[in-house]
C-alpha cells in the first residue's frame, strides 16, 4: 500500500477524529486537493460522524478506528483530543497509513520521542499540524530572516492574547484529555514557529497560572474544575543568541472574538518585521528610524509551491491553513520528509516540557538534546 501510494493518482485518506479543526481545515484542505479521496470517517460521536458523512458525501463512516483502517487507506488525519494521539497514530502507522497529526504530537517528551521514532522507521511520511508556518505573511517572514534581510536578529516577541471568557472548554480543561492548557493549545504552535525563525531554543524561564475554575458549562451546567493553566509567559534563548518572549492567555478582555491577537514582532540589526496573523497578506518592516510600514506580501509566499489553493478566495484568516494539507499530500507524493514533521512535533514538546519544568521549579531550564532529523 505504501509504495503504491507514493506513486498513486488517487490517494485514499481517512479522517480520525470529525470536530473543531477537521472541519475547519483538514477537510476543506484535503478535498480541494485533485486526486485526493476522503474515503471513511470515523469519531465516536455517532451522531456527529453521521452528519458530517452525509454533509462531505463519504461513505464510509465508523465510530471505531479499527473498522476505518480495515478499510486499505493510504493515509489518515488524526484531529483528536490529544491523548487519542498516540493510540491513533500507533493504529495507523501499523495498518501502513502515512500520518497527519494534530498539535501537540503527545502528552510527554517521551511519548512524542516513541512516536517519532516509530514513525521514522516505518518509512512512511508524518506531519505534525502546526499551522501557523503556513500563513502567508509567515511564509514571508521567514524568507527575510533566512535571507538577511533584518540582518542578525538580537530579539523578539511572540503573543497569543485571546477572550475565550470564564465557562468550561471542554476536553481542553483537563490535564488527563489535553496534557497542557494555553501552552499547548496556543504557545506549542509558537514554539515551533519561533524555532523555524530563530533555531533551536537553548533554555528558558517562565510563569504560568491557572486563573479561574471553568466550573460550569456555557448553559450553566455543573462540571468538573478544569486543572491546566489558562496564562502562559516564558522568555527563550536561542542558539543563534537572541532572546524571545512569549505570552499566551485566553483571558484577555478587549482580544475576541474576531479581534484575537497573534503577533510576532522580530528586531534584526538592520530591521524590525511583525506578522500578524489576522492581516496574513501583509507584514510591518521598519529600518533604523523609520516607523513601521505596511509590505504586501509578494505573491509567491501567498500560497505554498503547487498549492491548488485561490489565496485570494475565502477569508484569507482561515484558508491559508488548506495548505497544510497540500504539504502532506505533496510530501507523500514527492517520497519526502514533511515539513513540519513529527521530530518537530517532538522539538516543540521538548521546549513545553522546559517551560513547565521552569514555572514549577522557578529556575533556568535546559531544552535537552534532541538529535536533529535524518534530512532527504
Ligand atoms: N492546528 C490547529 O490550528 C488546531 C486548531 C484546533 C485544534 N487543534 C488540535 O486538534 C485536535 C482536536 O481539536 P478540536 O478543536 O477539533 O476538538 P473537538 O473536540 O472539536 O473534536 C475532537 C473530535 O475527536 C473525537 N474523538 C475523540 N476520541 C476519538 C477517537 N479515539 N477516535 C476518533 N475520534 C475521536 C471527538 O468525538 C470529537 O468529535 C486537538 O489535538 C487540538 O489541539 C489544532
New binding site residues.
Given amino acids: 500500500m505504501t509504495q503504491l501510494a507514493a506513486n498513486a493518482d488517487n490517494l485514499r485518506i481517512g479522517l480520525?477524529?470529525?470536530?473543531?479543526?477537521?472541519a475547519a481545515?483538514h477537510y476543506p484542505g484535503l478535498s480541494r486537493i485533485p486526486g485526493v479521496t476522503i474515503q471513511a470517517i470515523?469519531?465516536?460521536?455517532a451522531e456527529?460522524v453521521s452528519s458530517r458523512a452525509a454533509e462531505w458525501g463519504v461513505s464510509s463512516s465508523f465510530t471505531n478506528?479499527g473498522d476505518l483502517l480495515a478499510e486499505g487507506l493510504d493515509a489518515v488525519v488524526i484531529?483528536?483530543?490529544?491523548d487519542?494521539?498516540r493510540p491513533?497514530i500507533e493504529a495507523a502507522l501499523d495498518a501502513g497509513c502515512h500520518v497527519l497529526c494534530?498539535?501537540?504530537l503527545g502528552m510527554s517528551l517521551s511519548e512524542t520521542i516513541a512516536i517519532y521514532e516509530k514513525a521514522e522507521a516505518s518509512g512512511l511520511r508524518h506531519m505534525t499540524?502546526f499551522?501557523y508556518r503556513f500563513v502567508p505573511a509567515m511564509n514571508y517572514l521567514r524568507h527575510l530572516v533566512h535571507t538577511g534581510v533584518l540582518g542578525e536578529i538580537r530579539h523578539a516577541r511572540v503573543q497569543r492574547l485571546q477572550d475565550w471568557g470564564e465557562d468550561a472548554i471542554?476536553?481542553r480543561q483537563y490535564r488527563q484529555q489535553a496534557g497542557l492548557g494555553e501552552l499547548g493549545?496556543m504557545g506549542i504552535?509558537r514554539i515551533d514557529y519561533a524555532e523555524d525563525l530563530l533555531g533551536k531554543t537553548l533554555s528558558v524561564c517562565a510563569r504560568m497560572k491557572q486563573l479561574v475554575p471553568r466550573d460550569q458549562t456555557a448553559d450553566g451546567q455543573p462540571c468538573p474544575p478544569q486543572d491546566v493553566e489558562d496564562w502562559v509567559a516564558w522568555l527563550a534563548e536561542y542558539e543563534s543568541g537572541a532572546t524571545c518572549v512569549f505570552e499566551m492567555g485566553k483571558l484577555s478582555k478587549g482580544r475576541g472574538p474576531g479581534g484575537d491577537h497573534d503577533l510576532c514582532e522580530i528586531n534584526g540589526t538592520v530591521s524590525s518585521a511583525i506578522y500578524h496573523l489576522h492581516e496574513p497578506h501583509q507584514l510591518l518592516l521598519g529600518g533604523r528610524q523609520q516607523p513601521y510600514r505596511v509590505v504586501p506580501v509578494p505573491s509567491e509566499f501567498l500560497t505554498r509551491e503547487g498549492s491548488p489553493r485561490d489565496p485570494h478566495a475565502g477569508d484569507p484568516v482561515r484558508t491559508f491553513r488548506y495548505d497544510q494539507a497540500w504539504e502532506f499530500v505533496s510530501a507523500i507524493r514527492e517520497s519526502r520528509p514533511c515539513l513540519p514533521s513529527f521530530w518537530h512535533g517532538m522539538r516543540a514538546q521538548a521546549v513545553a516540557e522546559a517551560v513547565v519544568l521552569a514555572d514549577r521549579d522557578r529556575r533556568w531550564v535546559d531544552i535537552p538534546q534532541i538529535p536533529d532529523p535524518p534530512t532527504g
Fill in positions: 480520525m477524529g470529525v470536530g473543531g479543526v477537521c481545515v470515523c469519531d465516536p460521536n456527529l478506528v484531529a483528536t483530543p490529544n487519542q494521539h491513533l494534530e498539535k501537540p499540524a499551522t471542554g476536553w493549545d504552535h
